[in-house]
């Protein structure tokens, strides 16, 4: 099993930043690809980025790219997430996701079997 704690969330205006933490727990972290996602109120949850286990190749929705940077450090075996210039639409709850396979298809929420219990992260215009 794997333990996934999200931190960092919070209020911040249009513009700002903000960093996300994901710490984990059971098992090696340097063995698990890692992502994000969010889901907004009345919408589905949606894919943000992506981190394989060795943290060089990562992968973002459109939407984040060049505003969003994902990031691991597995000496202290927890993901990051630095948002820049955040926009109103960003606003949602974030989740961190880990799985041990390294699927190709780590777009899809349905790949993950290991999910924290989300952070919220509201911009406001």
């Known amino acids: 099993q794997v333990q996934l704690v999200e931190s960092g969330g919070g209020l911040v205006q249009t513009g700002g930043s903000l960093r996300l933490s994901c710490a984990t727990s059971?098992?090696?972290?340097?063995?698990?690809?890692m992502a994000w996602f969010r889901q907004a109120p009345g919408k589905e949850r949606e894919f943000v980025a992506h981190?394989?286990?060795?943290?060089?190749?990562?992968n973002y929705a459109n939407s984040v790219k060049g505003r969003f940077t994902i990031s691991r450090d597995n000496a202290k075996s927890t993901l990051y997430l630095q948002m820049n210039n955040l926009r109103p639409e960003d606003t949602a709850r974030y989740y961190c996701a880990a799985e041990p396979q390294g699927v190709a298809a780590f777009r899809s929420e349905s790949e993950y079997p290991y999910w924290g219990q989300g952070t919220q992260v509201t911009v406001s215009s």
């Open positions: 059971g098992r090696t972290f340097s063995t698990l690809a």
């Open positions: 981190s394989h286990w060795n943290g060089v190749s990562t």
